[in-house]
């Protein structure tokens, strides 16, 4: 080997060396950075240490939780976050809800009658995690297990022993005798230079007291904020709708047009909630026997306790003038109930009245469904669409035995007749419940700039039609598939359906305009 060869060798492997020295510098500078990671997350998760140079805070005054460095100013009588609980700020923190229009009536009273103590009904959620406070029954839902709960005004708003001092008092003057409940909510409020102070403790089942965070609901006007710039929330706030079937179709649509910032509702049906309506109605096993319009009336005060909503359990085909009083000032009424006969009396208040009317319903065992909407005189109404033919041609679902029963003739057997209920499931209605949500709000906004005008462009069409599944109805359709040249399932088609001169009921012609649906059979 010539001596140039060996030099050759003996550079390769002392790049070789440092090649690896370089390989293992790295690697214990990885596995060092890795180790203060985990020692950071020990200290900060595990052990709940803010980092040496911070600290999270909650500042009464604004109710928010900040980070401030150890240097910073601190504004007056904040709390530590983490000196909230023994196991360090990353524990949950208990919330504490309030309605704003209460404290405010609460403070009101105050000023006049300077009533320092104010007894509240309280309910806990999510073992002592989540509570609601009320000075006065609300509209909503009870829910929750109750706590008990107590209200004091403070000349001034006290510091943080103080405040564990005075809670503690309360709860040991007042609310012992409620021992038999887990929990205690007190909220301590003041009023300093014209603005609200307040703090809230929750004692625990241990004896043990932790300071909370008030979150106040906000009144009507901030409800809905966030559709503003969408939707022109003070027009739906004055409109009012009328919603006639309160069943899985038309609670979901109450629901929905709540919350999309209508204000003011009149609800509409006879029947009440049973078991086999569970499975597709919006309510729960909580409102079994209850009356469809007063479960949904609550839902949506959940939504927004501002509403103005009126009930009426009644019969639309015998109670037909009661009807007519009810939605004559409605701006649009919507009519989701289950046989013809009511659609054709609410159509023929639609036109006496002149109110835009939307139609809907699903189809056999909900393989699809059909939505009208009815400008009165401006283009088709119910009768101009819903011949004998096109129901005969276009069944609609049978969900309730009575139903049922009304349609066959009175030799057929019972059980036979129950063995031919067969529903949809509810994801099969709530396209058609959407549909008509999509043609309420565009109706009501109807010439307004909202951000959903567009639409007036795409849903020229009075009449539309979906289809969920090839069965029935659809079943000679084509296979949806990679196709849009062709009809097919899961898709909304707009037909053209022009009103008819010569129809009975809206025509031209004269002649005798019948109230229901004895005209077409």
């Known amino acids: 080997m010539s001596e140039e060869q060996f030099q050759e060798i003996q550079n390769f492997i002392e790049s070789s ?29 595990q052990e709940g240490q803010t980092p040496s140079d ?53 403070y009101h009273q105050w000023k006049i009658s300077q009533t320092y103590q104010v007894s509240a009904v309280g309910f806990g959620f999510d073992e002592g995690e989540v509570f609601h406070v009320y000075t006065s029954p609300p509209k909503t839902h009870f829910a929750g297990l109750p706590v008990a709960s107590c209200i004091e005004f403070l000349p001034k708003m006290v510091t943080n022993e103080e405040a564990f001092n005075v809670a503690n008092q309360i709860v040991n003057s007042r609310l012992t ?3 038999n409940l887990s929990y205690s909510v007190i909220v301590l409020l003041a009023i300093e230079q014209e603005k609200l102070q307040h703090r809230v403790f929750i004692a625990q089942d241990d004896g043990s007291l932790v300071e909370g965070i008030v979150k106040f609901i906000p009144q009507q006007s901030e409800l809905y904020s966030r559709s503003q710039g969408l939707l022109e929330t003070s027009i739906l706030q004055e409109s009012k709708v009328g919603i006639v079937g309160l ?3 038309g609670s979901s649509i109450a629901v929905e047009l709540a919350k999309a910032g209508i204000g003011n509702f009149v609800l509409i049906d006879f029947d009440r909630l049973e078991l086999g309506n569970i499975s597709r109605h919006i309510c729960g096993t909580g409102d079994l ?45 919507i009519a989701a109930t289950d046989n013809n006969r009511s659609r054709f009396n609410l159509n023929s ?50 969900t309730q035995f009575e139903q049922a029963r009304e349609n066959n003739p009175a030799y057929v057997p019972d059980d ?10 509810s994801s099969d209605i709530l396209p058609i419940s959407n549909m008509i949500v999509k043609l309420a709000l565009l109706e009501l906004s109807r010439g307004q700039d909202s951000g959903i005008k567009s639409l007036e462009e795409d849903l020229i069409a009075d009449f539309y ?23 097919s399932i899961l898709r909304w088609y707009g037909a053209k359906w022009e009103r008819n001169l010569s129809c009975v009921v809206c025509g031209e012609t004269p002649g005798a305009k019948k109230a229901d649906g004895g005209f077409f059979g």
């Open 177 to 179: 005798q409620l021992a």
């Open 416 to 425: 036979e007749i129950k063995a031919t209920i067969q529903v949809g499931l």
């Open 54 to 106: 911070q600290n999270l805070i909650f500042d009464p005054i604004t109710g928010d939780l900040a980070v401030y460095r150890k240097n910073d100013r601190l504004p007056p009588d904040v709390v530590v976050a983490d000196q909230i609980a023994e196991e360090g700020f990353f524990v949950d923190t208990p919330l504490v809800y309030m309605h704003e229009d209460q404290v405010q009536t609460m």
């Open 247 to 249: 069943g899985s179709g």
């Open 289 to 333: 026997g209850r009356y469809k319009t007063k479960a949904v009336r609550d839902l949506l005060l959940g939504k927004n306790p501002y509403l103005n909503i009126e009930t009426a359990e009644i019969d639309v085909n015998t109670n037909l003038e009661e009807t007519k009083r009810l939605l004559k000032a409605c701006n649009l009424i």
């Open 465 to 487: 039609i979906w289809a969920n599944r090839r069965d029935n109805t659809y079943n000679n359709w084509p296979k949806m598939e990679y196709g849009s040249k062709t009809p």
């Open 349 to 398: 208040i639609a036109l006496e009245y002149k109110i835009p009317t939307i139609f809907g319903r699903a189809l056999t065992r909900a393989c699809g469904g059909d939505v009208l909407r009815v400008r009165s005189f401006e283009g088709p109404c119910l009768a101009c669409v819903f011949t004998k033919e096109f129901l005969e041609d276009r069944q609609e679902e049978i």
């Open 17 to 45: 060396v440092e090649l690896a020295q370089t390989a293992l510098d790295v690697g214990n500078f990885i596995q060092e950075t890795i180790q203060g990671v985990q020692d950071f997350f020990q200290e900060t998760v």
